[in-house]
Structure formats: C-alpha cells, structure tokens
C-alpha cells in the first residue's frame, strides 16, 4: 500500500470566494456571553395588604360598614407605604376617595331614613274618623 500523497484532499478558503469588488466579510463574533453572573432576579417590593382591603372595602358600598372601613385602612396604608417603601399607594387613595364618598352617601341616606314620615305615626294634629274609636271616645 501507498500512502496519500500529503495534499491529496485541498483545504477550504478561510472564507468563500466572493465575486470580484465586493469587501470581504466581517470577522466572526465571539463567544456567547452565557447568563448574567449569580443569576438574581430583582426584587419585587410587595404590595401593602391594608391597601388592597382599602380597595376592595371602598368598592363594596352596599354594605353600610365597608365605606369607614376603606377610609380606616386606606389612612393606615398610606402611612405604612410611606414608612417601609412598599407598594399600593395608589390602592390606598382610591380605597380612601371611594370611602369618603360612598360614607357621605351612607351617612345622608341614613338621616333621610330617619327624617322620612313613614305615615304610621300620628302627632296632635291626626283626627281619629273610626266610628268605633269616636264612639268609645265620647262615652268616655
């Protein structure tokens, strides 16, 4: 047997022809930069829990407590987002606008119902038209 003559299979062009006048390719990219060193996520500040019931407390008006609760928690949460750099400042407002609001509703609906003459009453100007109720009356 023979050996191979030593250039027996021709090696490839570092890069392939190109038609003449046009400039050769750019060099190769490097390496893949891979992940980010430790991979940490960043930190989501939590949402301040006394907020979200601020919300959800103000958006329930039929309930007749629910509208003080809002105002309650909502002035508790914004203090406590401003003290530990949490999120819901925006929940606590709203809880607290919704609460003052739907409270005033509560609270003239509540001096209407009580103002309101329902008809069952009778002060000193009532006349009494029953014939029996007349008749007991005057034997009396």
Request: hydrophobic content about 35%; proline content about 16%.
């Amino acid at each position: 047997m023979t050996a191979p003559p030593p250039d027996w299979m021709p090696q490839p062009p570092s890069h392939p022809q190109l038609p003449p006048g046009y400039p050769p390719p750019p060099p190769g990219y490097g390496p893949y930069g891979g992940y980010p060193p430790g991979g940490y996520y960043p930190y989501a500040r939590p949402n301040n829990g006394l907020a979200i019931a601020s919300l959800v407390c103000g958006c329930l008006p039929f309930l007749i407590i629910t509208p003080f609760l809002a105002v309650i928690f909502g002035h508790i949460a914004r203090r406590q987002v401003q003290q530990r750099g949490e999120n819901g400042g925006g929940m606590a407002l709203a809880g607290l606008i919704l609460g003052y609001i739907f409270s005033v509703i509560v609270i003239l609906a509540g001096i209407g119902g009580a103002l309101e003459d329902d008809g069952d009453s009778c002060d000193s100007s009532c006349t009494i038209t029953s014939p029996a109720v007349v008749q007991a009356y005057e034997t009396r």
